[in-house]
């Protein structure tokens, strides 16, 4: 087998894994081997790329190798679940930035040869678009889930946009067309990087989950146009991958939302005062006590849990796991009701859960767990919102209207574990909780949890 064979045959091998590794984070169960196997056919991609291109100097590559390897050590083991979200903001505008920068440096290399053809000025120009509009959205999103970014908005911002857009499009055409003039390359990198923040800042945090899916998407897309640009095929089929799966899944969130990709990207930011729904609920809210919890759950036969961001925030899925063993030696049978936009990102209660050691068995996807709800005794709500709030189903006047929600009020009795009454993301007060078949059991989620796992363990 002759040199370039073997280059070929590496480049085979890792695609492949590539696809089987995607196949395989396609379901929970077997989401870990989907990794590994991604993780496998990027190590024979990098290690056949540097082959094939004849790196002479390792000693930067290896530098920037232990670095990045220490950075992601430390981040795996740092970060906390509940951070998750904002890794991935961050990882997508990382990839985003790789790309303009690889792309960048390729293309301004081929002009000072002056070998420069159609194929690489257009590869190189759509590269430095999409790769810095997802640097910058990611940022803000990275902001936005930190919740350290506020935006009060003008009414204004959808022309600046759309003349962003335009300026955008022109110096697209003008690196294409005059390659060797050198300002229509920085002049694209700049609006691209205005155009990512403008596009992003003023969406709700409701909407974050989608976002997170679609600049994923936009990744995939710049890392496939930068294989374009190294004449790469391997880069190709990757970023191919990565932007397909994207926005496949950006479609299922937004259909989970009841929402057009477009009503997501240009809508309105809703700008919430935290608390100033409490007095909406009046004196209808039924409040508990773990003890009166733990009655309940002793002669319910069925027990559904429904996870929200607040779990993730009290860091409550261990004691989820602890309260499920109890019920279930106690003959109750215990079920999780996913909703798909439910935390910040996709799938994110799914790996809080599996984080547990909680069964994939036990976990049911809305199509799933809602024919069932009208057979729960009890359906435990912990930190959910909106995902749960009847409001999106019975009032056609509501900003959620129309969104897919999980029906845990046609359940026996409803437990919602909350610190308040504050609303979810959509800003809006929630019927569930002044149901005749609600109880609000106020506290932190874990330590809630833990206190009715103790009342059932003493009676």
């Known amino acids: 087998m002759t040199f370039p064979d073997a280059i070929a045959v590496g480049y085979l091998l890792a695609a492949v894994l590539f ?47 232990a670095i990045g390897a220490l950075v992601g050590a430390l981040l795996a083991l740092k970060v906390r679940m509940t951070g998750m979200p904002e890794l991935v903001a961050l990882f997508n505008g990382f990839g985003g930035a790789a790309s303009v920068l690889v792309a960048g440096a390729a293309f301004l290399e081929v002009v000072d040869t002056g070998t420069v053809d159609d194929q690489l000025a257009v590869a190189a120009a759509v590269t430095v678009l999409v790769g810095a509009v997802t640097f ?59 155009l990512g923040v403008l596009a992003t800042i003023a969406i709700g945090g409701a909407d974050m989950p989608v976002v997170i899916a679609l600049l994923n998407a936009f990744s995939g897309v710049a890392a496939s146009t930068t294989g374009f640009v ?25 259909t989970a939302m009841n929402r057009s990709i477009l009503d997501v990207v240009f809508s309105k930011a809703v700008v919430v005062a935290r608390g100033s729904h409490d007095d909406a609920y009046g ?42 063993t109890v019920l279930e030696g106690a003959g109750a049978e ?56 009847p409001s999106a189903r019975d009032d056609a006047g509501s900003p959620i209207a129309g969104m897919p929600i999980l029906d845990v009020d046609e359940s026996g009795t409803v437990i919602v574990v909350k610190r308040s009454l504050s609303p979810g993301f959509a800003g809006i007060p929630n019927p569930l909780f002044v149901a005749d078949n609600t109880l609000m059991l106020f506290g932190d989620g874990k330590q809630a949890v833990l206190d009715i796992v103790a009342a059932l363990m003493e009676g």
């Not at 009655?295 to 925030?313: N, T």
């Open 19 to 65: 696809i089987l590794g995607l196949k395989a984070l396609g379901r929970p169960r077997t989401a870990r081997r989907g990794n590994l196997l991604g993780a496998t056919g990027m190590f024979i991609a990098i290690a056949v790329t540097l082959l094939d291109r004849a790196i002479v100097d390792f000693r930067f590559l290896a530098l920037g190798v």
């Open 136 to 194: 910058t959205g990611s940022m803000v999103a990275f902001g936005k889930l930190r919740e350290s970014l506020r935006w009060n908005g003008f009414s204004g911002l959808h022309i600046v946009r759309a003349a962003t857009g335009a300026v955008a499009l022109i110096l697209v055409v003008g690196v294409v067309v005059q390659p060797d003039s050198l300002g229509w390359f920085w002049g694209l990198a700049a609006a691209g990087l205005l």
């Open 230 to 254: 190294l004449d790469n095929p391997l880069l190709i089929i990757a970023g191919s991958l990565v932007g397909a799966s994207g926005l496949i899944l950006t479609q299922i969130m937004c």
């Open 283 to 324: 004196d209808g809210v039924t409040s508990t006590s773990a003890e009166e919890v733990a009655m309940l759950l002793e002669v319910a036969s069925r027990v559904v849990i429904v996870p929200g961001y607040g779990l993730a925030v009290a860091q409550a899925q261990h004691a989820v796991r602890e309260l499920m």
């Open 334 to 389: 215990v079920m999780f009701g996913i909703h798909p936009v439910a935390g910040r990102m996709p799938g994110h209660m799914n790996v809080l859960l599996a984080e547990a050691e909680i069964g994939y068995e036990h976990l049911l996807e809305m199509d799933r767990v809602n024919p069932t709800f009208a057979q729960t005794d009890v359906t435990i709500v912990i930190g959910a919102n909106d995902v749960v709030n």
